[in-house]
């Protein structure tokens, strides 16, 4: 009921094109989606979230892509540049339990030049 | 803004031995999250604070784990005896606002890494 699982584990992209991961979750009760970006040596810091009232999310180039009913939801980069190249995480949460986040098992992005 | 300072960056000890990590959070910051990061994998919240009180510590395995956080600023977290499954990198995060019906944003720090031998 916890688990957030994500796909792919890996991604390779060239310049310029679009990067998607994908995340499935299975406890109704989460009601905050964030995504983190992690680079190596570093902690993650959050890029993008959404709430369940919206379906999408644009931010710049990153944009969430929410769908309540079959509980998923997605990242998307456009444009994709090699300085995204990092480890990406999605999450989630309850409001109610505070800021207690599930993290998926990650996509490292490669984002090639 | 300073961020969230975390130390030592790298530790490396035989299994059975005791360890302990260092995290200074954000100034003003009211939560304190211990997290593991298992390579491979996503993090895992091991214990949290608001101020200097325990709210959820549910996957902290207390037998050989255990946290503090001093008057609600700094804390530590030990782990003893360690064990080579314990080998992660150990993140701390902080966030500005305290109490439930909240999510707010957490800020990390870099890990410390601990290879357990």
């Known amino acids: 009921q916890q688990q957030v699982k994500q796909s792919p584990q890996s991604l390779i992209v060239q310049k310029g094109g679009i990067s998607i991961i994908n995340c499935a979750y299975e406890?109704?009760?989460?009601?905050?989606f964030p995504w983190y970006q992690q680079f190596p040596g570093k902690g993650p810091a959050l890029l993008i979230a959404i709430r369940p009232d919206v379906s999408e999310k644009k931010e710049g180039r990153f944009t969430i892509s929410f769908n309540k009913s079959a509980k998923q939801f997605s990242l998307h980069i456009m444009d994709s540049q090699p300085g995204d190249s990092a480890t990406y995480f999605c999450a989630a949460a309850r409001e109610t339990s505070g800021s207690r986040l599930t993290f998926g098992e990650g996509t490292q992005l490669t984002v090639n030049p | 803004e300073a961020g969230v300072a975390q130390s030592p960056r790298y530790k490396i000890i035989e299994k059975r031995q005791s360890v302990a990590f260092w995290c200074n959070p954000i100034?003003?910051?009211?939560?304190l999250y211990w997290y593991q990061q298992i390579l491979g994998q996503g993090p895992k919240l091991l214990i949290q604070f608001q101020n200097n009180g325990v709210v959820d510590d549910s996957q902290l395995p207390k037998d050989r784990f255990s946290a503090e956080r001093l008057k609600g600023v700094d804390s530590t977290l030990k782990i003893q005896p360690a064990k080579l499954e314990d080998s992660a990198v150990y993140l701390c995060?902080?966030?500005?606002?305290?109490?439930?019906?909240?999510?707010?944003?957490?800020?990390f720090g870099p890990g410390t890494r601990l290879t357990v031998t």
């Open positions: 406890n109704t009760a989460f009601d905050y």
């Open positions: 100034s003003g910051h009211a939560t």
């Open positions: 995060a902080s966030s500005l606002l305290a109490g439930t019906g909240v999510v707010d944003e957490q800020y």
